[in-house]
């Protein structure tokens, strides 16, 4: 197994960060068959594989902010009013993903790209761990 530790800096708003690029830079390295794992070692981050842009990005946050409210409602309190649902949102969108690599490429859709979700305004900082496992041959 190979795996790399990515910082990524996701400012003081809610944030979805697209990594495919870094992934793919990650994984054409290797030049063979596998599997990407793309793991986000905090508990109020997730990873997801979606298409971006074109709305979206917008459209996610905005279904977040409907289903988990940030409200007073959370027994976890501390942090900025409402942080106890970012605790929340890895059950949603979880910490981690697994993108099959054939040939040294990521094996996703024509529209699908990966990406960091980060809703936790009080930590800008985050780090990404790429892992890829050879493939067996």
Do not use: Y
């Amino acid at each position: 197994m190979r795996t790399k530790l990515l910082d990524l800096r996701t400012g003081g708003s809610e944030s979805i960060t697209d990594i495919t690029g870094m992934c793919r830079d990650f994984v054409s390295e290797s030049g063979g068959d596998g599997l990407l794992n793309v793991f986000v070692p905090h508990a109020t981050a997730g990873v997801t594989v979606m298409e971006l842009g074109a709305g979206s990005d917008e459209d996610l946050l905005a279904l977040l902010g409907d289903l988990v409210p940030k409200d007073d409602r959370w027994r976890h309190r501390h942090g900025s009013p409402g942080h106890g649902r970012d605790h929340v949102i890895p059950a949603l969108i979880p910490p981690h993903a697994t993108v099959p690599v054939v040939g040294g490429r990521l094996e996703l859709g024509t529209w699908q790209s990966i990406a960091l979700v980060d809703t936790n305004v009080d930590n800008p900082s985050r780090q990404v761990r790429l892992s890829f496992l050879t493939g067996a041959g």
